[in-house]
Nanobody, 120 residues
Framework: QVQLVESGGGLVQPGGSLRLSCAAERVIFSTNTMGWYRQAPGKGLEWVSSIHSGGGRKYYADSVKGRFTISRDNDKDTLYLQMNSLKSEDTGVYYC?????????????WGQGTLVSISS
C-alpha cells in the first residue's frame, strides 16, 4: 500500500501561518508531480497546489495564490506546503497526493490528511 503521511496541521488564528509536510514513499515521489488538496467541512475535495517532479513548475489555486508556497525535497521524499496569511476559509483537512497522469489537478493516490483549523 502506498504511503503518504501528512503532518503539521493544527489550530491557528486568522493571519497566522502553518507548514504542512508529507512524507512519501520514494517509489511514488521522486518522479511524479505531487499536490496538495483540501476538504472543507461539508464540501468536496479541492485542489490547492501542485509541483512537478523536479520542483521547477508550481501551480496554485487562485484562492491561495500569493499566500501558500509548495516545495519538495527529493532527497528526503518530502512535500511541503507553507501557508501564510491564513483565513477561516482555509479550514479543512489537507491531503497530499500523487497527481494523476501528466496533468497537475487530479489526485491519484493520497494520504490520511491533516486537519487545519483557522479560528480566533
Amino acid at each position: 500500500q502506498v504511503q503518504l503521511v501528512e503532518s503539521g496541521g493544527g489550530l491557528v488564528q486568522p493571519g497566522g501561518s502553518l507548514r504542512l509536510s508529507c512524507a512519501a514513499e520514494r517509489v511514488i515521489f521522486s518522479t511524479n508531480t505531487m499536490g496538495w488538496y483540501r476538504q472543507a467541512p461539508g464540501k468536496g475535495l479541492e485542489w490547492v497546489s501542485s509541483i512537478h517532479s523536479g520542483g521547477g513548475r508550481k501551480y496554485y489555486a487562485d484562492s491561495v495564490k500569493g499566500r501558500f508556497t509548495i516545495s519538495r525535497d527529493n532527497d528526503k521524499d518530502t512535500l511541503y506546503l507553507q501557508m501564510n496569511s491564513l483565513k477561516s476559509e482555509d479550514t479543512g483537512v489537507y491531503y497530499c497526493a500523487k497527481v494523476a497522469g501528466n496533468g497537475y489537478r487530479y489526485p491519484e493516490v493520497w494520504g490520511q490528511g491533516t486537519l487545519v483549523s483557522i479560528s480566533s
